[in-house]
């Protein structure tokens, strides 16, 4: 059975692959496909590129963004050498009519089914688990009336190195080609690394790795000049050499290097050939000997296609929901921890924003998606990213690896979102030894425990503090866009003085815990002091403001013709606590009247139409895009953190609902980006393309709708004295079910909502017994049946 089919695509019945119908999608719609290590992003076209360990440091394959014509990719060109015709297996570049297409997106493969006059033909691709190399697997069926005579080509333009080669002429005399008989391949190296190392000046050291595109089959010819390929003027959709019949074997150190090779296949009638290419780097042609033999037949590429399977499928398979809203079962269960984990923390790269790097606030927010799946990689993300945190609290905004270098912060979030996660961390594992481990400081020999990182953290924090007794805002708080509100440092932001609030809090209680109670009475003051600051300038009337510029002018406030309210404000004033009752309702009622619109809830209304220069690049945006008023996705998954703290059930859902992709992209023409996977924003009232996505894959928000989704709708979350069922739910739901991992135990939770009140514990069961309360201690039992009424 498909569900949620449009024109374009369904998902199939089990949920694991979105079937895309047609290659003319509103926009490309991509799947990313690496093992941490490797990677690839392909669309629906088969453009995209290919990387290791950074997708701008050490691209592989050349590509330049393009969403409207998506002309750069890696092809394979199908020539009928009886009548001349030639076509694509994933349509792009020659556009030939297929009479079939399908584009399967899955975990950790794609696969491109496509029939022309009888020539069907099936492209698997995918990343091995253990090797920096991709498989481009392709089976041809002649299902045709009589023999087919066929060549197969393929081609792609080496980078090896940055991506940043738009000055071509420049960067491809480093470039060297060679065809390897002994690995039946074009292999590739540079005499230059364009990045920021080694001893000798500015780019200065050689490409460490050799490219190499080899074939399982004999090759008819190789090719390693561009010109020699399309011919000179010509063209990806006509090359001269596919017309030709004939690749010149040109390779060497004075071309445009590309990797073309040519097989030739001729079929009977209903015979199937399967003819495998690879593309991979290695440090030696040793490495690359021994890595493509795991992979040379069809037993071996099937048999690790499915490892490829199983391994997500362990990954994806410790939560598991089942309610009434197909949709939260399909992007929670499977679609956004994918996107999560495949995009934002291995491959940190995507078709609208390639980046490479380390956000510290990004990744480390993105890791507790490992919560539920084995808390000790979250771990691993917490001691990374200590590592690039300054001896006086400091941190780098984002830093790239291979290099080590990065940028150092002057938003001053960056620094609490280290101890955010990790009391998430506890929460989930009760494990307090881990603030004993030793981690160094990014600039000095010197080293911390993870306790004096947090501690640093905060202690900066708190010297960032205006006059009034707020929190100053710097170069931005979490929201990068306002970058010039605070350079002066004089600028204050009222959202950042409930996360920090919040983090200070949540440490005094940590510290009550170790005993620390003289330190914890010190930081109660400060947040008392935070507090009453707070209550005394953050209120505006109706609402929150968002922030003050260095002159003192307010941003999100009543007295501001644009940009009169922001989302942020309002909702952390529930989360962190810092409101009173009454105040917090009014800021949400103000959440619902004025943001919450038909995507989720907007970042701010109305939007800027006129740069402010003192408030920084966000007001620069086209109005009603992105975080200049349109759904900033990150922060509207907050929104139903929010409204379900209130116990707000209706709009809870409501927030949620509006926001699924998979919901919107129903309306396909309208949205354009993805149904599969969470897009950075949508457009909002102020943009004449209002409701429609993009920056798709690239955003945090994946990792929060899981979280908040999870944690605050369904309520089944963590905490230190075990797991917390707590639901706010749609009063119509009948029932729902949720498996989930917790300390080493299965739980098995059903949630009965008889009376339709959708919130309220009423009883619960454990393995049959009656539990006292709605926090289920933790069990010695590997699986553990709970039974939960509302009422």
Known sequence: MAHFETKYGYFSNDGNEYIIK????????????????????????????????????NRITRWHQDLIQDNWGKYI???????????????????????????????????????YKGIEITLTLFVPNKHNLEIWDLLIENKSAEVADLSIFTYLEWVLGSSADHHREFHKTFLETWFD?????????KRLWDIPLGDRGHWNIEYEYIGYFAANQKVAGYEGDKESFIGNYGSLQNPQAVKDSKLSGKTGKWNDSIASLMVNAKLEVNEKKEITFYLGIEKTKEAIHKTLANYLTHEKISEELIKVKKNWQTILGTLEINTPDLAMNLSINKWFRYQTIACRLWGRTAYYQQSGAFGFRDQLQDSLTYLTIDPELTLNQIRLHARHQFEDGQVLHWWHPITETGLATKMTDDLLWLPFVIFNYIDETDNYDILKIVEPFYDSSQSGTLFDHIKRAIDLVLTRISERGLTLIGAGDWNDGLSAVGLEMKGESIWLTEFSYLI??????????????????????????????FDKYAWDGEWFSRATKDNGDKIG??????????????????????????????????VTDNLLKKNGTLLLYPAYSIPDKFIGYLSRYAPGRRENGGVYTHAATWSVWAYALLKDNTNAYEAYKRLNPILSGMNPDEYVAEPFVTPGNIDGPNSPNYGMGGWTWYTGSAAWFVKVTVDWILGIRASAEGLVIDPCIPPEWDFYTVRRLFRGTVYNIKVINEKHVGKG???VFVNGNEHPGNIISVQSEKIVEIEVHLG
């Open 22 to 57: 047609t290659p003319r999608t509103p926009k490309p719609w991509v799947n990313i496909l690496t093992n941490g290590s490797y990677g690839l992003v392909v669309s629906q076209t088969g453009g995209g590129f290919s990387w290791e360990t950074h997708s701008e440091f």
């Open 77 to 115: 060109y199908i020539k009928n050498n009886k009548t001349g015709e030639v076509w694509n297996p994933a349509w792009m570049p020659v556009k030939t009519e297929l009479d079939s297409y399908e584009c399967h997106i899955g975990f950790g493969y794609t696969i491109f089914k496509s029939s």
């Open 181 to 189: 008989e002994d690995i039946n391949a074009i292999t590739a190296t």
């Open 504 to 533: 200070i809090t949540r440490f005094e209680k940590l510290l009550i815990k170790l005993n620390e109670v003289d330190l914890a009475k010190y930081y109660e003051l400060k947040a008392l002091e935070l507090k009453i600051s």
């Open 557 to 590: 406030s009543s007295d501001n013709v644009e940009g009169r309210i922001y989302l942020n404000p309002q909702i952390w004033s529930v989360i962190s606590g810092i409101a009173n009752s009454e105040k917090q309702k009014a800021a949400m009622k103000a």
């Open 761 to 763: 514990v009423k009883l």
